[in-house]
Every structure is written in C-alpha cells, then in structure tokens.
C-alpha cells in the first residue's frame, strides 16, 4: 500500500481484557517497529523487526506484552491483561532498507483501557 | 543508553517569522537525527533529518544543524506558516546499531495569524 496501515484506529478495553493491534507496513519493507507514545510524550520503542526476526524486544514494558511478525509483513502487537497503564498510543513504522534511516510511521492506534 | 533533551515544550511565532527548536543528546555514539512533525490524530512525519558526518542540511524553509561536539541540534523553519502549526520532535539513534529512535519530549508550534 502507500503508506502504513494501523487497525483499529481506536479501541477500548475493559482491565484485564486481552487485545490485538495490527500493523500493515509498506510492501516490501524490510523493517517493521512499534512504538508506544503517552499522551503529551513522545514516542517510546518497544519492539522492532528485520523481516521475521525480532532484533530487539528491549522496549516492552512486560511479559504481558507480545509482537509478531510471522511472514516478515503484516505484524500484531498483542497486550494480555490489559492493565489502565496501558492506555496510550501504539504506533507502527517501517523503513524500507533495512538500515533504520526514514521511518514512515502509520497513524496510531490509541488504546483506552477503562 | 541515549536521552534526548528538547527545548521549549511551547512555541508560539507570528506568521512569516522564524522559529527555532533545539535538543541535545546524551550519546556520543549516535550517529542519526531525524525531525517528525505530527499534526493532531496523525502519526509523526519525517521532515527532515541529518547525519553526523554533515553539519547542516536545507530543505526548502526548513534546515537543521548538528554540533557533534556540544552533542545538540537545531530545528530552523524560516518564513513561517499557519500550516507548520504541529508538535515537532527531534530524535537520536545509533544506525548500525540498535536502530531504534529515542525521542524528545516534543515542541508545540504555534503560527499565529
């Protein structure tokens, strides 16, 4: 696609729920990240991938905390036992050379847990 | 590991006039420093970015400098308009390395007519 897809844009959990958050990157992009951003904050990594392989998971907060990226293109980001820290912002990037330089970030998916 | 400082958190310019934002980091092996610009419900744009075997890139009204010394880097928009009102955020990374972008706190930029 011509950009990078994140769904669903918005969504509410209740404490405890578990949910799923997906990540379409630009076809044929090599690496894929997930960043969290705090309203007002900026954002903060929490995971990246280099087609399958998960480099580095050094960001997430906690086990409760899961990202995929099985085919080396659509990725999941999955929060068990959702918990009200979590509300934020979960943003998507990808960057086509492998190499980190020029992201495209997708538009978010803001999480309300209540 | 890298922390990105940046200053102001608000700023607020008469159209047509420049503004000016600046960060530094703590890493003196950070070698990459892009600009987002993100605009309400959005995520970050890329506007800009350098690296650090240059001191100054342009593009258009906008420029950004880099001091590797004094570790920090400036964000210049000259000729200011209503549509660069955004938050801004300036980042680090170590490319060849992690990868991954550590950010500033974020500038609110305000053109005021």
């Known amino acids: 696609g011509a950009g990078v897809s994140q769904s669903p844009r918005y969504k509410v959990a209740k404490r405890g729920q578990d949910v799923a958050l997906r990540c379409d990157p630009i076809s044929g992009h090599v690496s894929l990240f997930w960043y969290q951003q705090a309203l007002g904050q900026g954002p903060e990594f929490l995971t990246y991938f280099q087609n399958e392989a998960q480099l580095d998971k050094s960001g997430l907060p906690s086990d409760r905390f899961f990202a995929e990226r099985p085919e080396g293109s659509v990725s999941t980001l999955k929060i068990q036992r959702t918990q009200q820290e979590d509300s934020a912002v979960y943003l998507c990037a990808s960057s086509g050379g492998g190499d980190g330089y020029g992201y495209t970030f997708g538009s978010g998916t803001r999480l309300t847990v209540v | ?113």
């Open chain 2, 1 to 113: 590991g890298e922390n990105v400082e940046q200053h102001p958190s608000t700023l607020s310019v008469q159209e047509g006039d420049s503004a000016v934002i600046k960060c530094t980091y703590s890493d003196s092996a950070s070698n990459y420093f892009p600009w987002y610009k993100q605009e309400l419900g959005k995520g970050p744009q890329l506007i800009i970015d350098i690296r650090s075997n240059v001191g100054e890139k342009k593009d258009q009204r906008i420029a950004v400098t880099l001091n590797k010394t004094a570790k920090h880097f400036s964000l210049h928009i000259t000729e200011t308009q209503p549509e660069d009102s955004a938050v801004y955020f300036c980042a680090a990374s170590f490319i060849q390395g992690a990868q991954k972008l550590v950010f500033g706190q974020g500038t609110r930029l305000t053109i005021n007519p």
